[in-house]
């Protein structure tokens, strides 16, 4: 035993499954308000999230709406509805919330099996836009209790879908390392689509671009394309089955999380050499595509083999619907993914590339700096200013100088120091509708953690109730009652709603328009980093909490941390034990996936006294005196270790083996 400065250091090898620093804070302190909004949002969304699973659902917890759901798409936004009660519940939420999000995965699962989409509890097919969104339900599970035979089965089974092993699902092709279609799932590639495919979002469909520049009775100039007229549509049918549905696409690259997720539980090699084969693959046709992130691939391997050889324009590529946004996000994903498996930050240099190609391309339009997102046939066009998010990510991993240049590089014509409360007061330009996805404060985050905004973790973190109180209002109106969208008349209804319940498309994305369970400030505080990408990021961050006492992920009661300060080589962590009678056991993890190291913390009291100590590890645990607190200043080493979804107190060696099954 060790003592120095109200400091105890033990090494306790019976409390987890590797031997790591222990150590005793018993100096008093005063926390900041952050602290204790911290535990106000926590006990809020501890109380809301059964009121939103109550107020939406039967008792089976199925979802109370229609008897009937047609086309491919669907089951991505009831999983995104309520996915954030297994990621709340992994930073902090009771067991109520957890047992509420087992309970909304297999009955989503269940009801969208039966309206056609999901088999054999995955989608039969969709895209990796799709796929991206609703899976992050799936990857959440992993901070959660990482023994569940349960979700470690279906990650190597949905895995599977992905590496060609799969019997059925032969979506990928190991030889050539691609994907066979834009739309893939359990059911394999889907090559021909149907009108019914389509069906329900032809409405939505109908405010967007064209696919092509030759669909009949459009002019493809006014950025517009009724797919609700009956030609127009048919039209769109045969010529995405000509062009569109064959080959790979860059959107794919979503599957790497899937892939990174099923290897975070296992470490199965060849899962993750699948993964970085694709990259690779990818990384190979930019660069005999002279640079460019082509959008097209056919069966054959050949770029635009189905596109008159044209590299743009297709599946959710550079021309339809969103342009650079599909093509910047999963190669962003991607390249994280595989930094994290790796350690090896040159993958990192496929987003960088696009990011530098669009940035050469910038122009000067009265006197503002915009860059191209789309790519039409007579060239680069949809100037827009740029945006530093994607960069934000990208700097996160690798915390190199150089992605914080070209971050710094951009111009400020939107104000990076605002907080936004998604839906209300709007959000960053270029993120698309906010009130779906509810991240919206990424760039003043980034300015917090480059030490402006010193208010920021209050603000945000006010924001977040705001956000809770309006969304429970919403929840709990007339409009909010789920047996009156069908009824729906904006023009009576006693709340804003930031779509059009009337219309398919839109009405399926209803219950995210009313669910009170959202935390981005919280959740940027803790992990010390962004909220995760929403189409289709694991959750990274610099920092991960369990309760020492329970045994479970998630800050111990009562108890609150933030991250203030992140470099390559260090960062802070604020904690305290608010509890004025009680102690607290707090469990801090280097990396979300436990993928660095702590090597030393320095600890500083409120009075000022301080210790400096030996970690090497990948946990440290802080026995928290009541009313205790400390700055922690740790230096690391980051992606050292192997990513794994194991816990101070669960190993991958006193897991229960995955079910293999019958051999035919």
């Avoid at 002279?290 to 599946?315: Q, V």
């Avoid at 992920?553 to 962590?573: I, T």
Wanted: glycine content about 8%.
């Amino acid at each position: 035993l060790t003592i120095d400065c109200s400091l105890l250091i033990l090494y306790d090898p019976e409390m987890s499954n590797q031997s790591h620093p222990r150590i005793s804070i018993t100096t008093p302190s005063t926390p900041g308000e952050w602290a204790h909004l911290e535990r106000e949002i926590i006990d809020k969304l501890n109380a809301a999230a059964p009121e939103f699973v109550a107020r939406y659902t039967r008792s089976d917890g199925s979802l109370i709406w229609r008897d009937v759901w047609p086309s491919m798409d669907g089951s991505d936004d009831p999983y995104e509805a309520f996915m954030n009660l297994a990621l709340f519940y992994s930073i902090g939420g009771n067991e109520e919330v957890y047992q509420l999000a087992r309970k909304m995965w297999d009955a989503i699962t269940m009801q969208w099996t039966e309206y056609g989409q999901i088999y054999r509890e995955f989608d039969g097919y969709y895209d990796w836009m799709h796929h991206g969104e609703g899976y992050l339900y799936h990857y959440f599970f992993g901070l959660t209790k990482p023994e569940s035979l349960i979700d470690r089965q279906r990650a190597a089974r949905f895995a599977s879908f992905y590496t060609g092993e799969d019997k059925e699902a032969k979506n990928y092709d190991p030889v050539k390392k691609q994907m066979l279609s834009p739309l893939t799932g359990s059911k394999g590639p889907r090559h021909i689509v149907t009108h019914e495919d389509w069906e329900t979002h032809r409405t939505v469909l109908d405010d967007y671009l064209a696919p092509y520049e030759d669909v009949v009775k459009t002019d493809f100039s006014s950025m517009l394309c009724h797919w609700s007229d009956p030609e127009i549509y048919d039209d769109l049918i045969k010529k995405m089955n000509e062009r569109m549905n064959r080959g790979d696409v860059p959107l794919n690259l979503n599957s790497t999380s899937l892939l990174t997720h099923a290897y975070m539980y296992s470490h199965d090699e060849s899962t993750k050499q699948i993964a970085l084969d694709y990259i690779k693959a990818w990384t190979k046709r930019r660069d005999d595509n002279g640079g460019i992130m082509p959008d097209n691939i056919g069966t054959s391997g050949k770029i635009g083999e189905f596109n008159d050889g044209k590299w743009w324009g297709g599946y959710y590529g550079w021309r339809w619907p969103h342009g650079f946004m599909t093509i910047m996000e999963p190669i962003t994903n991607a390249g994280m993914n595989a930094v994290l498996m790796t350690g090896d930050y040159s993958y990192l240099d496929l987003p960088r590339s696009q990011f530098d190609l669009i940035w050469s391309l910038r122009k000067e339009e009265d006197g503002v700096t915009k860059v191209p997102h789309r790519h039409f046939d007579a060239g680069w066009a949809d100037y827009r200013l740029p945006s530093a998010r994607h960069m934000i990510y990208i700097w996160t991993t690798s915390m190199a100088q150089e992605d914080l240049d070209r971050i710094m590089a951009l111009p400020r014509d939107n104000n990076w120091d605002a907080i936004y409360v998604p839906g209300v007061s709007g959000g960053e330009k270029g993120t698309g509708r906010d009130t779906k996805h509810y991240i919206a404060n990424t760039l003043p985050w980034f300015q917090f953690i480059q030490g402006h905004l010193p208010n920021y973790p209050t603000e945000i973190l006010q924001a977040n109730l705001e956000l809770i109180k309006i969304q429970l209002h919403k929840m709990r109106s007339n409009t909010g009652n789920p047996r009156n969208w069908d009824s729906y008349d904006p023009a009576t209804a006693d709340v804003v709603v930031g779509l059009d319940l009337r219309v398919p498309g839109y009405n399926i994305h209803a219950w995210q328009e009313f669910n009170p369970v959202y935390f981005e400030g919280l959740a940027q505080m803790l992990f010390g980093a962004p909220m995760h990408i929403s189409h289709g990021g694991l959750q990274h961050g610099k920092v991960r909490y369990f309760d020492g006492e329970k045994s479970r992920p998630g800050l111990p009661e009562d108890v609150s941390a933030m991250v203030d300060q992140v470099s390559a080589e260090s960062l802070r962590v604020v904690v305290a034990n608010l509890n004025k009678s009680q102690p607290r056991t707090l469990i801090l993890q280097a990396g979300s996936f436990g993928e660095n190291r702590f090597d030393k913390v320095t600890i500083t009291a409120d009075d000022g006294s301080s210790s400096t100590h030996d970690v090497n590890s990948k946990w440290l645990t802080l026995d928290m005196a009541a009313g205790s607190g400390a700055t922690l200043n740790f230096t690391y080493t980051r992606y050292v270790n192997k990513p794994t979804y194991e816990t101070p107190y669960s190993s991958r060696a006193d897991w229960d083996p995955i079910i293999t099954g019958r051999s035919q």
